[in-house]
């Protein structure tokens, strides 16, 4: 009987050690640390970019979810029910999902979505004329962002 009750004890405390708690302080870094460039309110990036395609930047806002662990896949907020789709252009780098809902400071390149009018892959977002509104492009998922570096803000 003591046996048993000394296994139930071992096993008990083997199960207590595997789990795993990540704690996510305030400026914790992911890929290079964001710096030198002022960041800008990810609910303001179409207007910041104005009509360019890409444009290097920083940004802060709240993480919506990660998407994917390995290679730092995730969403991000970006006003108004849209969404920023992000990912770091290093593979190596493993996001934890418990970054879901936090402020995060990043760092790297913004890219509006292209639309390919009569197989013109560089067209961009400037369909004019008859053609105007036959494309569809998804107005919610309209910035995509290959990080460079990612700061846990708050």
């Not at 207590?16 to 914790?28: D, E, S, T, Y």
Request: with cysteine; hydrophobic share 45%.
């Amino acid at each position: 009987m003591k046996k048993i009750v000394f296994a139930f004890f071992i096993f008990c405390g083997f199960a207590g050690f595997a789990q795993k708690h990540v704690h996510l302080p305030h400026g914790m870094v992911f890929g290079h640390k964001p710096n030198g460039i002022a960041p800008v309110p990810a609910t303001k990036i179409e207007d910041f970019m104005g009509k360019k395609i890409r444009q290097t930047t920083a940004l802060t806002g709240t993480l919506i979810r990660v998407t994917k662990e390995k290679g730092g896949w995730f969403e991000m907020d970006a006003g108004g029910g849209k969404i920023i789709a992000a990912h770091f252009k290093n593979y190596n780098i493993t996001l934890p999902t418990q970054l879901k809902g936090r402020g995060v400071i990043i760092q790297g390149v913004a890219q509006r979505a292209l639309i390919a009018d009569d197989m013109q892959h560089f067209a961009g977002d400037t369909v004019v004329g008859s053609k105007q509104h036959q494309e569809k492009v998804n107005p919610k998922a309209r910035i995509t962002f290959e990080v460079w570096g990612l700061m846990v803000d708050r």
